[in-house]
Antibody, heavy 119, light 112 residues
Framework: EVQLVQSGAEVKKPGESLKISCKGS????????IGWVRQMPGKGLEWMGI????????RYSPSFQGQVTISADKSISTAYLQWSSLKASDTAMYYC????????????WGQGTMVTVSS | QSVLTQPPSVSGAPGQRVTISCTGS?????????VHWYQQLPGTAPKLLIY???NRPSGVPDRFSGSKSGTSASLAITGLQAEDEADYYC????????????FGTGTKVTVL
């Protein structure tokens, strides 16, 4: 079964750093792009960026460029989303999703990781 | 703010047909890029509903259909059912966004 399993919920303080993970299984992890999507409380989906684990080619939405870092460790089939200094406005649910090979839709989604940033 | 605009809400009685529009521009849908649709049930992760404008993944009922014309795309739900009550999002690539995709603003479907 193709699946993405994300790390658990996090509660952090403003200014702290954080790295959340997304582990793929059941498919060739290095052959498909993995994307990250933000959903703030009660709001819509926002496309953050994607990475190709095979060569770590990474693309960011202009809205998130410089705000987060996307990376991957293909040896353990895991993608990451990290922040160096969290803000309260980073409070959101974050989903990872696998991009399909032909049409580039997100065909498999992780269960989501809730990040809460509060002093 | 998204460059793909959807109506905030649509509603219909069970059995009716509803449509959701996704309006873009010449840098995304109008440039010929594919449109995909997702369904997000309350408290769950999004699920791919339509890919490549009009294709349904295995397991998606044929009550759901997608189309694209010009700078817009549409998702139609025929024979509306209670379990279709959810949020729906379109997605496409936008050449003005440095190689990134964008989601639509989202539409809440309510079954009356």
């Amino acid at each position: 079964e193709v699946q993405l399993v994300q790390s658990g919920a996090e509660v952090k303080k403003p200014g702290e750093s954080l790295k959340i993970s997304c582990k793929g299984s059941g498919y060739s992890f290095t052959s498909y792009w993995i994307g990250w999507v933000r959903q703030m409380p009660g709001k819509g989906l926002e496309w953050m960026g994607i990475i190709y684990p095979g060569d770590s080619d990474t693309r960011y939405s202009p809205s998130f460029q410089g705000q987060v870092t996307i990376s991957a460790d293909k040896s353990i089939s895991t993608a990451y989303l990290q922040w160096s200094s969290l803000k309260a406005s980073d409070t959101a649910m974050y989903y990872c999703a696998k991009r399909s090979g032909t049409y580039y839709a997100f065909d498999i989604w992780g269960q989501g990781t809730m990040v809460t940033v509060s002093s | 703010q998204s460059v793909l605009t959807q109506p905030p809400s649509v509603s219909g009685a069970p059995g009716q047909r509803v449509t959701i529009s996704c309006t873009g521009s010449s840098s995304n849908i109008g440039a010929g890029y594919d449109v995909h649709w997702y369904q997000q049930l309350p408290g769950t992760a999004p699920k791919l509903l339509i890919y490549g404008n009009s294709n349904r993944p295995s397991g998606v009922p044929d009550r759901f259909s997608g189309s694209k014309s010009g700078t817009s795309a549409s998702l139609a739900i025929t024979g509306l059912q209670a379990e279709d009550e959810a949020d729906y999002y379109c997605q496409s690539y936008d050449s003005s966004l440095s190689g990134s995709d964008v989601f639509g603003t989202g539409t809440k479907v309510t079954v009356l």
